[in-house]
């Protein structure tokens, strides 16, 4: 399953939480240029989104319940942007693999847009390419802890997902 909530360093920091999930990787889907950099990706002109990929284990984990903490984790009512972090690289959207998919996507949608006041902008689209970041962007938030962006918005954001769920 291929995701974009907006920084791929949160995004990831966030799945990496998931019991049953087996590996996230962080990356660029969407868009029309192959192979981009992230210094493309930044200037929104290659129309890829930073995403992430989460393989799970489906024995541990349901990928509905993948889909609706997708819907916990970041505002999907906000078009093209989460909290400073503004462009289409930074959209919410939902690339599915298969029919199944897309139809488990479109069912947490749904499920999901009442809480959100009928006002979610997330993409649901068919993945065709998904293109690895680079390295240095691989588990971000647990090699750069310290790093400004990381205590400014990934820390509190995994510190209240961390309280939410442990209740």
Request: proline share 4%; hydrophobic share 35%.
């Amino acid at each position: 399953m291929v995701l974009g909530g907006g920084c791929f360093w949160c995004t990831e920091a966030a799945y990496k939480l998931v019991s049953g999930v087996v590996s996230v990787t962080s990356g660029y889907a969407g868009g029309r240029k192959a192979n981009p950099t992230y210094e493309e990706v930044c200037t929104g002109r290659t129309g890829h989104a930073e995403v992430v990929r989460v393989e799970f284990d489906p024995e541990k984990v349901s990928l509905d319940r993948l889909l609706d903490f997708f819907w916990v984790i970041h505002d999907p009512t906000t078009l093209n942007r989460q909290g400073a972090d503004v462009g289409t690289q930074y959209r919410s959207v939902i690339f599915y693999a298969d029919d199944a998919q897309r139809q488990a996507a479109e069912a947490s949608m749904a499920r999901a847009n009442p809480e959100w006041g009928g006002k979610i902008v997330t993409e649901i689209k068919p993945l065709t390419t998904f293109y690895r970041a680079e390295e240095y962007h691989q588990d971000y938030f647990r090699k750069n802890p310290n790093q400004g962006y990381c205590q400014a918005v990934i820390r509190p954001k995994i510190d209240k997902l961390k309280k939410a769920f442990a209740k």
